[in-house]
């Protein structure tokens, strides 16, 4: 483990100002989110190669492209954009 590199980085984010801060939590949460959705999406792509033995009735991809379009706008809301 680079323990200086990490005291380094402590020491630049502390540095920064308060806007600068969130901004980089921001884009650091924004991330975690898109991860995790491409988890899912990678988890449902993988249950849908196994067939459909009945089970896929029970997969939630209607709510799943509705939770990823909802964090889209979110996004783009937090950027200023107008939603068409």
Sequence with gaps: MNTKLVDSLLQVIESLSEAERSLLYNKLDRKAAWKA???RLRHLHQRLQQGD????ANLPIADLINQER???DQVLLSRGCQLA
């Design 53 to 56: 033995d009945g089970s896929m």
């Design 70 to 72: 909802q964090q889209r």
């Design 37 to 39: 959705s491409q988890n």
